[in-house]
């Protein structure tokens, strides 16, 4: 009875680590998977993802630890660059930056002042290579310049101005057209989004409806929101909505005005996260199964008949945590790090994560015997 109880204290605690991998495109395409069992993944071109044998382990000095909550990646595609946004719980401010061509990390510092990045919603705009953020009600910009390493100078989160919707607004941003796509907004009908053009700094007073063909809509819930890229680095003209009850797929076009639904995700998790590519939308579960859908922009019948499938070279490099039986976050975080002796810092940080939590399993031993008299 006993040590049953130590080993799920065990990973109790040590699931309050709270570990978040996440998924990003390399302007070639590579999905690129950062923070899987305390290492780095290059699955290569959608084509490999099929396959059987490993990813390429793409682990190397300076990387973040991955240990933070809510870890999100962004390409900045005239940098082949990757922005890490809450990937360091010593560093939360800052920002890492992947050169996916040099293949080496830096790490940014940036100056939050108001910033609340424990709470906000974020694009990277393609053309001006600015983040614009929400959190709490106002509108805040990063500028990356157009960063592929960290310069010594900090930069800073900006508060431009509060936003016209109702307050208590959780945000789902999109990107499309340098405009800044706001689904769910509270008293905007489903199907359509409230929206801010960046290069005018204005706030559109009129949502836009994107109907589906039948007459439908997209649900006003919430969700997560990924645009999809263009191979000859132009802006982005889609977007994919996947609503938090994983229903279907939505894709929308702010060139036609329209939505597409496709196929639902196979893995219905709440908490998955989402990165698109050119021609696949991939989705990151929060125990590190990787899925994707197949795109073809323009090609309606393809698409309403493609499928979500495994990206099993990754499978095959960082298996998924099996033990999400411990509770809502052990499942996203403990096992992941569980698993790796490695020797990375990642590999340490993580693993002073796992001490600090037998610490306090052992601690709780006594407690857990006399319970269990
Ligand atoms: C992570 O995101 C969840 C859901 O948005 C939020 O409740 C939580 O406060 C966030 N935690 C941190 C540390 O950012
Ligand atoms: C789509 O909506 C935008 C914004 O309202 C409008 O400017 C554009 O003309 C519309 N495009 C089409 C094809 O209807
Ligand atoms: C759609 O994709 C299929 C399969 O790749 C192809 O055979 C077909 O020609 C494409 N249709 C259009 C309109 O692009
Ligand atoms: C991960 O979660 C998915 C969906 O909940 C589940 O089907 C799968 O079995 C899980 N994988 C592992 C290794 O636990």
Known sequence: MLLPTVVSLFFFFSATVQASPCVAFDTNWNLLAFGFDGKDWNAGT?????????????????RPPF???????????????????NADSKNPSSIYI????????????VDAGSFD??????????????????????????????????????????????????????????????????????????GSADIFVIHYSYFQPQAQAYPLPDGSAFPAIYGQATSFFQADNTVQ???????????????????????????APTTQDPKATYFAGVTALVQLTSNGTVSYLPY?????????????????????????????TGGSSGSASGSHSASSPSSTT????????????????????????????
């Open 346 to 373: 990642s590999g340490a940080n993580v693993g002073a994560g796992l001490h600090y939590g037998m610490l306090i399993a052992c601690v709780l031993c006594p407690i857990a015997f006399v319970m269990h008299l």
């Open 296 to 324: 073809l922009e323009g090609n309606t019948s393809t698409n309403a008949a493609a499928t979500w499938a495994s990206v099993s070279n990754l499978a095959a490099a960082a298996p998924p945590s099996s033990t999400s």
């Open 117 to 190: 990045y424990t709470s906000f919603d974020a694009i990277l705009d393609h053309d001006t290579n600015v983040f614009y953020a929400l959190s709490h009600g106002n509108l805040f910009s990063l500028d990356m310049g157009l960063l592929k390493a960290a310069n010594s100078t900090p930069l800073n989160w900006l508060n431009d101005e509060q936003v016209p919707y109702p307050s208590g607004y959780v945000p789902v941003m999109a990107l499309a057209q340098n405009h800044i796509h706001f689904l769910n907004v509270a008293d905007v009908p489903s």
């Open 67 to 85: 240990d933070a909550a809510n870890t999100t990646c962004y390409l900045s595609q005239y940098a082949n660059a990757i922005y890490a946004i």
């Open 46 to 62: 959608q084509d490999t993802w099929s396959s059987s044998s490993a990813a390429a382990d793409i682990t190397t000095s300076d």
């Open 98 to 109: 992947y050169d996916a061509t040099a293949k080496s990390w830096s790490i940014q510092t």
């Open 237 to 263: 003209q889609e977007f994919a909505f996947i609503p938090e009850d994983s229903s279907a797929t939505y894709i929308i076009n702010v060139e036609t005005n329209t939505t597409q639904a496709l196929a």
